[in-house]
């Protein structure tokens, strides 16, 4: 098994959510598409084999303040993943929220992760609870559909149509947690064009 999936940052999964998962799961048709199975070389698939850690599932089991809601989400829902700067081994090197991460765009453009920590300057300790909602609740999958964007267009790599739909409390959650971590000044070029020929 391959851990492109960012089991690690699954482990904390409240086990109440991780149920509701399988129970959607099963909920959804099945399909009868086969894939190849995973076939890796040596050295690779026995570093692997100590990726996948064993689950925690008490750390964050019941019912939680705004600020460990907010926690919650931003570990579970992949935020800490994205926005916090990883070396080639996938391990999180980065200021926590710094932001920094590429990602290679059809067309030969780049994007970087935002630091979105509170730094006035250079994360978003501007914004407030209204602006984050807000930016969340405007990129609905129908609203992204209506700019798609082209070969060498910036595309966020966010997937911020899956978040869009998350509740007011959920939202307010994760800026509240995003207010208290440490505010780090780095400014984050988030998209750079393909290089002109
Ligand atoms: C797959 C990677 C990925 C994930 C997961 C992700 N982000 Fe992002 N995020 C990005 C990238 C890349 C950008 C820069 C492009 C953009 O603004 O859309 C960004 C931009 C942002 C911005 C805009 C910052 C600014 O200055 O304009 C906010 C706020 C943000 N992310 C918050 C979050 C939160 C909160 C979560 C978790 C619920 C999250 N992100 C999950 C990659 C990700």
Request: aromatic share 10%; proline share 10%.
């Amino acid at each position: 098994m391959f851990a492109v999936m960012p089991y690690v940052f699954y482990k904390g999964l409240d086990t109440a959510d991780a149920e509701a998962l399988v129970a959607y799961l099963r909920s959804i048709p099945p399909s009868p598409l086969e894939h190849p199975a995973v076939e890796l070389p040596f050295p690779v698939a026995t570093a692997m084999r100590f990726v996948v850690a064993d689950p925690a599932p008490e750390t964050m089991t019941g019912p939680r303040d705004e600020l460990a809601q907010g926690k919650y989400l931003a570990f579970a829902g992949a935020c800490f993943e994205c926005h916090t700067l990883r070396n080639d081994k996938g391990e999180p090197v980065g200021a926590p929220f710094a932001g920094g991460n590429i990602f290679g765009l059809e067309g030969g453009g780049l994007a970087r992760s935002a630091n979105i920590t509170p730094d006035e300057d250079t994360g978003i300790g501007a914004w407030s609870r209204e602006d984050f909602i807000a930016r969340f609740r405007s990129r609905t999958p129908e609203a992204l559909n209506d700019v798609l964007p082209k070969a060498g267009d910036m595309d966020s790599e966010m997937p911020w149509a899956a978040y869009a739909g998350m509740t007011e409390a959920d939202l307010g959650a994760l800026y509240a947690y995003l207010r208290t971590v440490p505010p780090v000044s780095a400014e984050v070029i988030t998209f750079e064009p393909p290089a002109a020929k």
